[in-house]
């Protein structure tokens, strides 16, 4: 019965390889998002989804790509992977688009190592 | 632009005493606020959220928040705090979250 889940939950690559991973949400919402935990603890929002549509790009690198295949998944594939890349990150979704005034519930996180 | 600030890193008490966790905000418009809690090796889980109306927000396992206008403030509070509170909580508005500040409670 979760609500927001994601895969995998622990990444670890090599510098240079590709790799995705997978959200999905049964809760019904419209909206989904991405974002990246720091070693520090500092959450940032990536990329906001809604329905099926991308709505907010914060300055991400090229080599990050969001998918949304439907309303109910967002997918994350990241090219050409950095050191720097290394970090958590978080799947959420909300009912509305852009959550001004929505909760957003959030996934466990995969915690991604680049070495 | 709208953001929130958490003064404090880390904030430590004692089992039993209240406990406040403090933010601030920066907003134009109405402020739309939130606050979030974050257990090791979790997700954000949602406490509370200020949309309008009475400035004492009541929200999940005994929390509440006391929006202040004239402060800009929105600060978490709990008058009894547990062990089991110990984690890390985020203030937020829309999708511009706070630094975190880390609550220690010491039995």
């Known amino acids: 019965d979760t609500a927001v889940s994601q895969t995998p939950k622990y990444l670890v690559t090599q510098m240079g390889n590709d790799k995705s991973i997978k959200c999905e949400q049964n809760?019904?919402?419209?909206?989904m998002y991405w974002y990246k935990q720091d070693s520090k603890k500092f959450l940032k929002i990536m990329f906001s989804?809604?329905?099926?549509?991308?709505?907010i790009n914060e300055t991400v690198p090229n080599r990050f790509s969001p998918k949304s295949p439907d309303k109910a998944h967002l997918n994350l594939h990241i090219n050409s992977l950095e050191l720097g890349d290394s970090a958590v990150y978080f799947c959420?979704?909300?009912?509305?688009?852009?959550?001004?005034?929505?909760?957003?519930?959030f996934g466990p996180g995969t915690r991604l190592t680049v070495l | 632009a709208q953001s929130v600030a958490q003064p404090e890193d880390q904030v430590n008490v004692a089992e039993g005493n209240p406990l406040t966790v403090k933010c601030t905000y920066s907003v134009s418009g109405n402020p739309y606020l939130f606050w979030y809690v974050q257990y090791p090796n979790r997700g954000l889980q949602f406490l509370l959220k200020?949309?309008?109306?009475?400035?004492l927000v009541k929200g999940s396992y005994g929390f509440e928040a006391e929006f202040n206008k004239s402060q800009t403030s929105f600060h978490l509070k709990k008058p009894s705090a547990l062990v089991s509170d110990s984690a890390l909580y985020f203030c937020?508005?829309?999708?511009?979250f706070g630094a975190g500040t880390r609550l220690t409670v010491k039995p």
């Open positions: 989804y809604n329905n099926k549509e991308l709505i």
């Open positions: 959420a979704s909300s009912q509305l688009a852009r959550g001004s005034t929505d909760t957003q519930y």
């Open positions: 937020a508005v829309i999708m511009r």
């Open positions: 809760l019904g919402h419209d909206t």
């Open positions: 200020y949309i309008t109306g009475d400035n």
